[in-house]
């Protein structure tokens, strides 16, 4: 009460000044729209009753820059100029940047980041849940330096958990739910090395959903769960080498397990029967691609209808897997046609929970080596050629600014990547100049946004994500935090009397 | 996966590679990744394709993979990396002279359609060019 009064004295004297000022901007919509922003910011007050349930959100690759990028694209998508456009998690009232380095990475990967979201603590790159007093790939000592997990935690309170990946579900991010690996490569039994006694990620996978860990999985990765002499429902072999069907285990022990969108939606919710959705042989199609199989949105709006049916609450884990996997392509087309439909899943959630009860947590594991050119004049399409401001109006000239080198340039750009401008040449150098570029070739569905150096791969970046939160205890979101702490957030939130 | 095809790597394809009977990799194929009318129209026809060279399976071979984006890791040599369903099997008149995997090329030759396993590398493919020639753009 203390501090509801405190609010209301603020934004009466914050009122009294504006009017007390006379200024001559006051009737500008800009300034309208700052004065309302305040008053209601200055209408939110912390939720502070146990949480029910707890949602994360985490879209792999989805750096503060790239957030930044979905968020113009989907505003452009929505016919305004995209800048002003406002996402569903950004309506969240707590913000706080995230420090994403892993115990031995000043750039992450996604296992130890999967990890500090999941039990609490930092990790090595490349280990998911594993202490990082283990070297990379030590078995034995792995084995006795696991971390229990949010997941165990929630289900020792009688909650159910989901995990939801546009990757495959082994994949790094997903498995941090549910596994326990220093090596985030054994998704199957191949890598696994002669005399190693750990289990391989889909392994456990099935593992934890016979012990009642695990109540929905959803996503791509059926190689892993078949043997090598078996081929899926789209005609792709399995992966295993040691002759376990993993799907029939599964359905064993009594999980319903579907592969497509057909049998998805047939899906009997609510049974207590554990469900296991495996879409695609290796990662779900891209938003851009996609056919036969469900949408994130889809797959969030099943997992909460089904996990809501627990009178003690859930806790479920929704990533979208492939805006990292475009930006590794420096595909900015797919990146953010992925990253709108990670927002649409965010959508959902918001309309389906309450904040009273439900914390709801959206997040990026770590940001990629994306930047953003300038000087664009407003509306410029945030895939095409960044465009001349127009100093007698807001929208840009359809003009393009061009380099020194007499070029067009796009809005976005990648400091590495399979599209550097410098090729290998006959004789093993690397050179080269940037290639004409009109407006139509960059948005372009297959279009690579240019880079510098030449690498294989788009590199993932050390800098900061943010992390935007709603529900009980979510102001605990402030400041710049480390990401374990987010692990800390969700472990009081279900946890306060 | 989709069928983007020859994607523009920084840069646009030249006009003048886009002769009548040029195609784009992702217009062989419907969403679904059956076969488009444009493919099922130009099958048995010489025809122009975009893209880029996976790197070779084998040394000194007539054969490569025309791959949709760059694709700098053979699949079949770095385990558990499976190839992207928009792929183009390219037998070449002549023993391959290796690309770099992210320089775009344009690949011209006759477009077979139908399942086939090459006989030698056991690749298993459901569209080639046939006979083909190909440059950087």
Redesign the interface.
């Known amino acids: 009460m203390r501090h509801f009064l405190l609010s209301t004295a603020t934004l009466v004297s914050i009122g009294g000044a504006a009017l007390a000022q006379d200024l001559p901007q006051a009737s500008s919509a800009w300034y309208e729209s700052g004065a309302a922003t305040v008053a209601q910011r200055l209408e939110n007050q912390p939720i502070t009753t146990r949480a029910k349930n707890v949602i994360l959100f985490v879209a792999d690759g989805n750096g503060v820059g790239t957030n930044y990028a979905i968020r113009l694209f989907s505003g452009q998508q929505a016919g305004g100029l995209g800048d002003d456009y406002v996402q569903p998690q950004e309506t969240f009232p707590n913000v706080a940047l995230v420090k994403t380095y892993s115990s031995n990475g000043q750039t992450p990967d996604s296992a130890p980041t999967a990890m500090a979201m999941n039990s609490g603590v930092k990790g090595k790159n490349g280990m998911i849940n594993i202490m990082d007093s283990v070297a990379v790939g030590d078995c034995a000592a792995g084995a006795e330096a696991g971390t229990r997990t949010f997941a165990e935690i929630a289900t020792d309170m009688g909650k159910s958990v989901g995990v939801v990946s546009t990757a495959r579900i082994t994949h790094a991010t997903p498995a941090a739910v549910y596994a326990r690996t220093v090596n985030r490569?054994w998704?199957d039994n191949?890598?696994i090395p002669e005399g190693c006694d750990q289990k391989d990620i889909a392994s456990q996978l099935i593992d934890q959903m016979k012990a009642g860990v695990i109540d929905i999985a959803l996503g791509g990765g059926r190689?892993a769960f078949l043997p090598d002499s078996v081929t899926d429902s789209e005609g792709?072999a399995g992966?295993r080498t040691d002759g376990r069907n993993l799907i029939d285990e599964a359905k064993d022990a009594g999980a319903q397990v579907v592969f497509g969108e057909d049998d998805f939606t047939a899906l009997t919710m609510g049974n207590n029967a554990p469900v296991l959705g495996l879409f695609e042989?290796?990662h779900m199609?891209?938003e851009?691609?996609r056919?036969?199989e469900p949408s994130l949105a889809e797959m969030t709006e099943a997992s909460i209808k089904a996990l809501g049916a627990n009178e003690n609450g859930f806790y479920l884990e929704v990533e979208a897997g492939r805006v990292d996997h475009a930006n590794h392509?420096t595909?900015a087309y797919r990146m953010l046609t992925d990253g709108k439909a990670f927002a649409d899943a965010i959508a959902k959630a918001v309309e389906m929970t309450d904040p009273n009860d439900t914390l709801i947590i959206v997040t990026a594991d770590h940001e990629h080596g994306i930047a953003f050119n300038g000087y664009c004049g407003r509306g410029s399409n945030i895939l095409g050629l960044c465009m001349k401001e127009d100093e007698a109006g807001i929208e840009h000239t359809d003009e393009p600014n061009l380099a020194d080198d007499g070029k067009p340039y796009t809005v976005i750009g990648y400091l590495n990547g399979?599209?550097?401008?410098l090729?290998?040449q006959a004789d093993g150098t690397y050179s080269g100049s940037?290639?004409?570029?009109?407006e139509?070739?960059a948005t372009?569905?297959?279009?690579?946004?240019?880079?510098l150096i030449?690498m294989?791969?788009e590199t993932h970046s050390g800098e900061d994500v943010a992390v935007f939160a709603r529900g009980p205890w979510a102001h605990l979101f402030g400041g710049v935090i480390e990401q374990n702490v987010i692990f800390h957030v969700m472990n009081h939130a279900v946890n306060a009397e | 996966m989709i069928l983007p095809a020859a994607l523009l790597l920084g840069h646009a394809l030249p006009s003048a590679a886009a002769g009548e009977d040029a195609i784009r990799l992702r217009d062989l194929y419907n969403k679904d990744l059956s076969f488009s009318d444009a493919a099922l129209e130009a099958e048995g026809k010489r025809l122009t394709v975009w893209g880029y060279m996976a790197p070779p399976l084998k040394a000194n071979s007539e054969f490569f993979v025309l791959t949709n984006r760059p694709m700098a890791v053979c699949p079949f040599c770095e385990p558990g990396m499976p190839w992207p369903d928009d792929i183009l099997a390219v037998y070449a008149k002549r023993i391959v002279e290796v690309i770099p995997f992210n320089v775009p090329i344009e690949v011209r030759g006759v477009l077979e359609l139908g399942d086939a396993v090459d006989a030698e590398l056991g690749f298993y493919s459901k569209v080639r060019l046939v006979d083909a020639t190909f440059r950087r753009v």
């Not at chain 1, 399979?418 to 401008?421: G, H, N, T």
């Not at chain 1, 940037?434 to 009109?438: I, K």
């Not at chain 1, 372009?444 to 880079?451: M, N």
């Open positions: 490569d998704e191949t890598l190689a792709k992966k042989s290796s199609k891209y851009a691609d056919t036969g392509d595909n399979v599209s550097s401008v090729t290998e940037r290639p004409d570029l009109t139509e070739d372009d569905i297959d279009y690579l946004q240019q880079s030449p294989q791969s």
